[in-house]
């Protein structure tokens, strides 16, 4: 039995609830959803988000105290909360009682955007506050750093967070109801009254009050308080679940089941279970059993209880830490500090240090350390108890140092450390939290009493080999010698020697990890230096046979590790005219419409939708070939298994199969590995999950097979033709000048990792052959119109609806309407409603993403930086069809020159067909990739005249009314006015020479500074793509119901929406609604993308609006005291029709690519970005200091939102810069298919200063109330950072006397900084003959 809150009365009471019938293989996330229709997230079921992150309280049997731990429900078995209180959002606060004040907050502060994220943010953070009231700051970001946000950018989420904090308070209690930013906040205003720092009002927040908080259930604390000793099982279909009461039963069970899994935090089980298809019929649970909690403190160490969690293990070592002399800590703060960074709270929460040990990972965290710290496994079975040493043969696996198969692990050893010896722990991530490690080690030594002696030496890794493994000859060669540079050289060459790494070991990133060998044991090195010198306050002389080398000051900054701190930040904008009526919320920063919705957890996304009679679930069945001929899918066995009613294939399609080159369905041949083959219907989801590796697909394989952008070359395989654009006279220019450089880009793709992936629910009816379709898409005319052609009925049969979509970014543009028409496939097939749901790993390996760049540039200038000359031809990789490439090649050409005015320019791109997933849209549409190429370029331009970048591009800029490339004129008035806005907001030039500074001072941290312009359009480059339509009704008690074309992403349209028809109306927002976006209210709609949703829309809501007032003007007239609801009575009563229909024709825009001239853009938006970052030469790591943006948006509609995007935007846009890598295999196989293995940017990724303003006093005559769409720009501003990344790789590469002009690649991951910061360590790793080895991964770009 377990408690949930019980949900129709909020927060008032817990439920019991008694599951007689648990399926052991059923998660905590599925039962919520299913039996409880609760509306927890699913976004990727292997613990990696925290979306489906809910509250569990437990007794605790050792400490005999209630303890409150978040979790990810999708990896808690339900049979484990046997006793335990389970508390979800639902349970925190409801719209319809009492929201709670986390709820509020981060609604209120615009912490949510689409909302998916939402309910697990405020589970993390109401589970901090049932802990701590009022927690320190740094308590925050450990709660949160576990769950991920793809819209936000994190920066209000943790400011709501923030007015929780300590700090937060003491700030506030200074009495005058100011905080300490007020100051900086002042200055940066430039004493201008109408702009406003403000876009929410704290006085409006309930307090927090404690006392109000759900107790824990008195049922389950006597339950605990005599717990039960008899062993509780549960049998499932295919798997038993057995957790007895006391150890000895448990021992018995071992003994009995010597290969069934001791399940605890199932973190590491789970995923093996879930991803790899692990199978375990039985599994014993010893979470009852108190003896695997205990910890003891003895003389020599602590013993912890193996089943202890990693949450608990960080507070008994912080325990010991604080009471033990520093000498006998060594391997505790060690472990102490990897505790810090591994996984999120939730799974530190989870995970146990038993399963952490036993699981073994070649990546673990702990185990080099343990291992290195002498730590020692008691292990207890049925007749006996012994313990063996954590060693490098435990580690490998080895038989006779193993536990039997009888034994289990009861608690773990680890000695204190003691005078003269000292224990450090090394790692790098893809970045710096919530990511397994790259390279992981422990390191130890012990001198000789008083000496510089080396008497023992352990050095262990994770992440190089298939285990844990130990430098065990390197330590033994290097015992007796003195702790010297002399002896760190040949310590590194046989520590290189002994842990070799194949070329194509798995992870790849050879040469990199490598390199942290040495690198980690460098910064070893001079911790132990440092620390010794602190022990005995030697003389530092040479020649003294008992001295310390010296180590120079600026060689220090080699061992200071990046600190994560709050990040803080200002968000500045003009208000409104102080004559607005207050009613009139154009321009103010409104709320999200859903956000308090989002926040209870009540806010319905596509798979909120209860279940519909007779509902079937469908799965695909996709090719693990790249390129090759389908001989036959046999799927005989599959239709014989429980619950499977049907497998749909290509032959099933009565319409047509989509088009000749992209097949929804593949008939006779497929071009990628993920490609759709066919799809198994059936009862449950699991069920069609499970049958869908049971279809036997027989291949014959074709050539060619093509994944790089080089091989596309090389096979001329292209999916459209080259486009182009050309001014001036190129080849005349380039004998004209200076200098000539030439260099490459290479930019890799992105993931769009929408929180809610992929989901379709198609409902057939039983008249006419309509059918309902309820989508996640950013285009519900483009799904019923692939329907209708699918199943080959008229599109008026068909209704999609869109109730919100949890991101979409570009990913649920195209790809939404393949899975609705294979769905309503399998529905008209079946006669059944279907719901398809893609899983993390399916949405990733089938959708595709951002196009990944490969660009060559050519560029002359003079030696004064001016470039007289620019040639850039691009190619992308679009995978195996078309989609929208084409149409992304256009666009890159046409935004390629960014901000600059050149005289002679050449752009020339193609998009090559691969064997790859399709590539298809994505937030900036090719600018992001592109223009990377040309911001490249000036910064090679500078390199080589000496001169800083920032100096290069302002040279260059466009300065008065000009022409672009393809001849549209434009004023850059407001794109000068941000650069210097942007220049003075950011002190740069005086952070410039503190840089420098810096850089002198330090050698192996450096820092970097870059300042980039933007010229950003908007819309789309064709007139009827800017249609828009709206349908206003207004009803007779006056409450008005606003539809419209665009969709609900997390931008906020829909709230701007409201904002116009309250504008034009006279009547506040609280009259209005918006319920949904569906093709039965307004045909024929564009997709909402190329950020001019909210524009165009805009101005057919206004248009409706419009048409309505005017209707209702001579009653206003007649009854001008009267009420809006007195005139919509009386226009009813005189029969004037309350509904209309507005529409906006849309801008003009055209491009003629023949002439290589059009109006392509109805707009332009400007900025600027200036992003300062350090970076650790030795590891390749960095850490961002400050950002400050200056945007554009003239009169925004809304400045939180419009800050929001930006801010999200520009998060967005540094994920593609640094740390988002898609990894394929020589075949074509997407690796990256979850978050584990791709790593969008976290909380601790945000810039420590976060500063963005909106352009004041800026207008533009063209758009709706003189607006500007600001969905995607903020992308591209990502890549300040990159740049000032490369900024701080020059200053290292300058000072170690190594060329400057440095292929660029993006993501400037810590493996790519690293090696281009060369030096003595890169320069001794082994490197590998490419043509001897088989790389474990391919660069396709
Ligand atoms: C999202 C995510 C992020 C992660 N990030 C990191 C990271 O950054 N660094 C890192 O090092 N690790 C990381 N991990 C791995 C994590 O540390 C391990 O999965 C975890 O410690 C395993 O503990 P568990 O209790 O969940 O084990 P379970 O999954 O419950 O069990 C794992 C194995 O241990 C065995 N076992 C457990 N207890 C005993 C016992 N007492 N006696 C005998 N056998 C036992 C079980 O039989 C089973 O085979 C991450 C995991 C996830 C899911
Ligand atoms: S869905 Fe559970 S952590 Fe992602
Ligand atoms: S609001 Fe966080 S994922 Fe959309």
Redesign the pocket.
Known sequence: MFSLPCVSEVAETFYPVTERNVDPEETLLAFLRKNWTLLIKYACG???CGACTVMLSKHDLVSKKIRHFSV?AC?VPLCSLHGAAVTTVEGVGSIKTRIHPVQERIAKIHGTQCGFCTPGMVMSMYTLLRNHPQPLEEQLMEALG?NLCRCTGYRPILESGRTFCMESVGCQQKGTGKCCLDQRENDSLGGRSDICTELFAKEEFQPLDPTQELIFPPELLRMAENPEKQTLTFHGERVTWISPGILQNLLALKAKHPKA???????????AMKTQGHFYPILLS?ARIPE?SMVTKTSDGLTIG??C??AQVKDILAESISELPEEKTETYRALLK?LR????QQ?QN???????I??R?C?????PILSVGNTALNLLSEDDMRQIPLDEHFLAGLASSD?KPE????SVHIPHSQKWEFVSAFRQ?QCHQ????DV?AGMRVLFKKGTDTIEELSIAY?GVGPATISAHIACQQLLGRRWNELMLDEACRWLLDEVSLSGSAPGGKVEFKRTLLVSFLFKFYLEVLQKLKAQVKLPLVPTDNRSYPEIADRFLSALEDFQVTLPQGLQMYQRVDSHQPPRDAVGRPIMHLSGLKHATGEAIFCDDIPRVDKELFMALVTSTRAHAKIISIDSSEVLELPGVVDVITAEDIQGTNNTEDEKLLALDEVLCVGQVICAVVAETDVQAKRATGKIKITYEDLKPVIFTIEDAVKHNSFLCPEKKLEQGNIEEAFENVDQIVEGEVHVGGQEHFYMETQRVLVIPKTEDKELDIYVSTQDPAHVQKMVSSTLNIPINRITCHVKRVGGGFGGKVGRPAVFAAIAAVGAVKTGHPIRLVLDREDDMLITGGRHPLFGKYKVGFMNNGRIKALDINCYINGGCTLDDSELVIEFLILKLENAYKIRNLRFRGRACMTNLPSNTAFRGFGFPQGTLVTESCITAVAAKCGLPPEMIREKNMYKTVDKTIYKQAFSPETLIRCWNECLDKSSFQSRRMQVEEFNKQNYWKKRGIAIIPMKFSVGFATTSYHQAAALVHIYTDGSVLVTHGGNELGQGIHTKMLQVASHELKIPMSYMHICETSTATVPNTIATAASIGADVNGRAVQNACQILLKRLEPIIKKNPEGTWEDWIKAAFEQRISLSATGYFRGYKAFMDWEKGEGDPFPYYVYGAACSEIEIDCLTGAHKKIRTDIVMDACCSLNPAIDIGQIEGAFVQGMGLYTTEELQYSPEGVLYSRS??EYKIPGITDVPEQFNVSLLPSSQTPLTIYSSKGLGESGMFLGSSVFFAIADAVAAARRERNLAEDFMVKSPATPERVRMACADRFTDMIPRDDPKTFKPWSIPIA
Do not use: R, V
């Open positions: 292997t613990g990696g990810t990896l576990g899994p001791l399940i605890l935090g199932n973190t590491s089980l789970g995923p010893p695997l193996a089943g969690s990693l990897h960074s591994l996984a999120g799974i989870m995970a146990s240090l038993g399963g952490h036993i699981s990972h990546y673990s965290d702990l185990n536990l034994e289990i692990l009861g991530a919530n990511a397994l490690p992981s994770g978050p584990e």
